[in-house]
């Protein structure tokens, strides 16, 4: 039976091995991966891979999309923004539904969610988030488990908005043991947070140019001590997102080291940027929190990444524009924070840390998409495996092209690494089997994606080695 799809003579990079081969594609799955001496099969279409890398598509395991915190929404809607995730390398992209308001329960804001994503154009998966605990909570985390969403998100800090109290932190991790589910937290000691905050506004400081002084690394630090003490006390396993500083990583790595189910995320601005950003003439594109530290830390984290003590890379997506940055750049506790990313997160990624020799492509292949698949328990996702979804990525390694140069498909006019040339640009996406992206450009698949039901977390733990395969017996249930 001919194949719909193959990639001839490529070599194929997974988070533990890289092989020269062909991989056949049928019916959305990767049906055969063959040794680069035989024969390539009849296939609809080939696609030669000589020269190129062939990587498994990446899993972003941090996005908002169309998000509403306080009085800004981001720009984007789930067309947009998945789109652009293909445009980048990234074939399923993980939302979260954090209540818009005090009246929003955490399911009617996953249940919302879930909604939007009939028009997603790749696959999708959901965090819960928890605000305030009450005596339905325990109720609703229960019911999105059985939906397929086994992972919430927390903040320790933005008081008014989407804080949640070191109680409910408690209640929250404790429940998500019970429900073999995986905590994501975002960690910033609120009340040095504010209080730096104040102490800056106090003296006209408050301009975004001065983001970094009102959120210092102890903050960061301090939070994610207490938080790994909630951890070790409730048995739960944690996540903790765009983690700035190699002491946060540090704090992270020692206790795995005690036993600890805990694991630490990175950006692709917190490897690639340092803190003179705020001293340029555009510090409003920089707008984020934690903000970007100094050069040392930058490159101190950089390390981490590359030396196995990070375990994913996500873009923490949060689509603004430049109107809603600038309309406030001057009282930063006044303007949306967040950054564009999820198309650039590959190129940002492949520059910091594969080498001209292509050393560090495994470790790259592990945060991209590997692990990123194996801790929020995505079947079928991370790896170039027979029986795993045909999510793929051709990369020529030797061309590279400036951001500026390169057209982005973000619901935004602006990207924080304006200005950067970078290598890995996607020459090819496939996604389920359909090409999204090629030499003639991107291509709009419609409404394709589907919803992506989280496993267990501990039966996630269980899968084989990184980059080894796990049978999927069947397609995860869609949203529609």
């Known amino acids: 039976m001919s194949a719909d799809l193959v990639i001839t003579s490529v070599l194929i990079a997974n988070a533990d091995s890289r092989r020269a081969g062909h991989v056949v594609v049928a019916d959305g799955r990767i049906s055969r991966i063959l040794d680069a ?38 720009k984007d809607d789930y067309a947009v923004t998945t789109l652009a995730a293909l445009a980048g390398g990234t074939t399923t992209v993980m939302d979260f539904g954090i209540p818009a308001h005090a009246g929003e329960t955490p399911l009617a804001a996953a249940e919302a969610k879930l909604a939007m994503i009939a028009e997603a154009r790749c696959d999708v998966g959901l965090h819960a988030s928890v605000i305030d605990w009450d005596e339905s909570t325990a109720g609703q985390l229960a019911a999105l488990a059985e939906r397929g969403i086994r992972s919430v998100k927390l903040y320790t800090t933005n008081r008014g ?29 609120d009340a040095l947070v504010v209080d730096a905050t104040d102490r800056q506004a106090a003296t006209g400081q408050i301009g975004i140019e001065t983001l970094p002084g009102t959120r210092p690394e102890l903050a960061e630090e301090a939070s994610v001590r207490e938080v790994l003490a909630v951890a070790e006390y409730t048995g739960a396993p944690v996540y903790f997102v765009h983690q700035s500083t190699p002491g946060a990583v540090d704090l992270v790595s020692e206790a795995k080291r005690r036993g600890l189910r805990a694991y630490s995320e990175t950006c692709p601005h917190y490897v690639a940027l340092h ?44 689509c603004y524009d430049l109107n809603q940055k600038r309309e406030r750049s001057d009282d930063l506790r006044l303007m949306p924070h967040g950054l564009p990313g999820v198309e650039t997160r590959l190129p940002v990624t492949f520059t910091h840390m594969v080498g001209k020799n292509l050393e560090g492509l495994e470790r790259f292949v592990e945060v991209f998409s590997t692990a990123p698949a194996r801790l929020n328990a995505l079947a079928g996702k991370g790896s170039i495996a027979e029986g795993f979804d045909a999510d793929l990525v051709l990369i020529d390694p030797a061309a590279s092209a400036a951001v500026d140069e390169v057209p982005l498909h973000m619901g935004t006019d602006f990207s924080p ?64």
């Open 161 to 189: 908005s989407t804080m949640a109290s070191m109680d409910t932190i408690v209640k929250v991790l404790r429940e998500m043991a019970k429900l073999d589910g995986l905590s994501y937290v975002h960690a910033e000691h």
């Open 417 to 480: 690494f304006t200005g950067h040339t970078l290598r890995g640009w996607p020459q090819v996406v496939i996604s389920a089997g359909q090409v999204v992206r090629d030499e003639h450009g991107v291509h709009d698949p419609g409404p394709v994606g589907r919803f992506i039901e989280q496993q267990p977390f501990s039966q996630s733990l269980a899968w084989p080695a990184l980059g080894a395969a796990r049978p999927v017996e069947a397609h995860p249930v869609e949203a529609r």
């Open 37 to 74: 001496h035989q024969p390539v099969p009849e296939a609809a279409r080939i696609i030669d891979g000589t020269g190129k890398i062939l990587i498994p598509g990446g899993v972003d395991g941090h996005c908002h999309i169309a998000q509403v915190t306080g009085a800004w929404r981001t």
């Open 275 to 318: 803190d003179g950003v705020y001293n340029g003439p555009l510090p409003e594109f920089y707008a984020c929190c934690p903000p970007m530290r100094d050069e040392k830390t930058m490159l101190a984290l950089r390390a981490k990444l590359n030396d196995g003590s990070i375990d994913t890379i996500a873009s923490d997506h949060s």
